[in-house]
């Protein structure tokens, strides 16, 4: 009997214990936050630069959200996470908070679950939804996540069930070692941390990022940078092809049955939530350079992107046809060949910038407050758009924008015939080296 008793009591014992420590590391945790889960108190030389972050963009983001209950949000990839300021003059007071929901390989799937988790935390109005004009977002591609993605992390709606899963995945965060780990390395980091290229609004400061001096970038200048992007978009859509449907010209498609498994059928539902719960939404197509679709006509790839803009235009025309009496969701191209993207490239030993675009994929926060402008109708930055720079997308234009790339296309590949030759040489080496046969 008092070895039972003894038994019980060191079990007691050892369960307190356990329970203790758990509550120091979670207390350790919460203080330091080096995620910036709460942002309780941020103290310069204890714990304001958290590098941490930058490699849990996604599950900030989400704990961001909760804490800022945005009026509006910016969706996309890296290149809105980059290229688009919430801070920009374009944006009206109705619009406040705003926030940059966009992450790094940011795809369709993803941007529908932080769309609604967004929605659960607030009362959002307004979203701006950017669209790559690639697999990853206006194709039939099978929906994916990225790793990072933690849905118990959100919200889709206002339930005890959702309150109570995201309590425990506070609570398996707050009492993780890796995390307490990562508390440690905020800490002794201070003194030597790199500058902050994640502002607290969501976007990715370019402006900080390439200027990192271990950045290749710097490194090794612009244009070596820029070649480096190409070749490893090359690799991306060589290795991720989606085959095209046969090319046909637009047609009003019938209502069809939803497929939220596909990178489009996750569009089609933020359009149909948003439009169902009466928020505003724009949509645009992202403005890569024009070495992004060079690469995408050497590739095969080119077929694809022209009926993915078919296939959105025909999810906007559906919605019209659902919703006869309000006005059409807007649709802005400003992925084709115009002034913007057709922007001329430093020569190869030059240091010289790009006055538009970082590299071939992403464009800088010039070029997203001209496509804010023009999505916001405004125009207090006083920034000259170019006339070419933004086509909306409808029924009735789309044949002829799909029409005037292909010209634009033919143009550019007769005046820039070594930068064409480069890319198809990168291309067909890619294919020779990785064994892939068309």
Known sequence: MASDNANLKYTGLLFASAVLVLAVVALINSIVDPFGMYRI????????NKPAIYNRVRLLKAYEVRRIKPNSIILGSS???????????????????RYNLAFDGGISKEMSAYRL??????????????????????????????????????????????????????FKLLISLSTLLESIAT??????????????????????????????????????????????????????????????????????????TTSLGYVEMIIDYCRTHHIDLKIFLTPSHVHQLEISKATGAWPAIENGKRELVN????????????????????????????????EKESRDEMLYYWESS????????????????????????????????????????????????????ASHQLEIRAITTWVENYKHEHGIID
């Open 41 to 48: 108190s941020d103290i310069e030389g204890f714990n304001a």
């Open 79 to 97: 290149r809105v996470h980059l290229g688009f300021n919430p801070s920009h003059t374009a944006w009206a007071e109705n619009y406040e908070p």
């Open 117 to 170: 988790h967004a929605i659960a935390s607030g009362h959002l109005q307004h979203v701006i939804l950017g669209l790559d004009s690639s697999y990853h977002h206006i194709s039939h591609a099978p929906g994916s996540t990225r790793p990072g993605f933690d849905s118990s992390l959100l919200m889709n709606r206002y339930t005890w069930l959702n309150t109570a899963r995201m309590l425990a995945a506070d």
């Open 187 to 260: 800490v002794r980091g201070q003194s030597h941390a790199d500058p902050v290229w994640l502002a607290q609004d969501g976007q990715r400061l370019g402006e900080v990022f390439f200027r990192h001096p271990h950045e290749n970038y710097q490194r090794f200048g612009p244009r070596y940078y820029f070649d480096e992007i190409d070749k490893m978009e090359i690799g991306f859509q060589l290795e991720w092809r989606i085959p095209a449907p046969p090319q046909r010209q637009y047609h009003p498609a019938p209502p069809v049955e939803k497929d939220p």
């Open 315 to 346: 999810l906007i025309e559906q919605d019209k046809m659902r919703h006869p009496d309000k006005d059409p969701i807007p649709v802005y191209d400003f992925s084709g060949y115009s002034s913007i993207t057709t922007e001329t490239l430093p």
């Open 362 to 413: 992403h464009f800088k926060e010039i070029v997203g407050d001209m496509v804010l402008d023009r999505l916001l109708g405004t125009d207090q930055s006083g920034l000259q758009i170019p006339e070419d720079f933004g086509v909306l997308l409808t029924s009735e234009s789309i044949e002829q924008v799909l029409a005037r790339d292909r010209e634009s296309q033919a143009a550019y590949s």
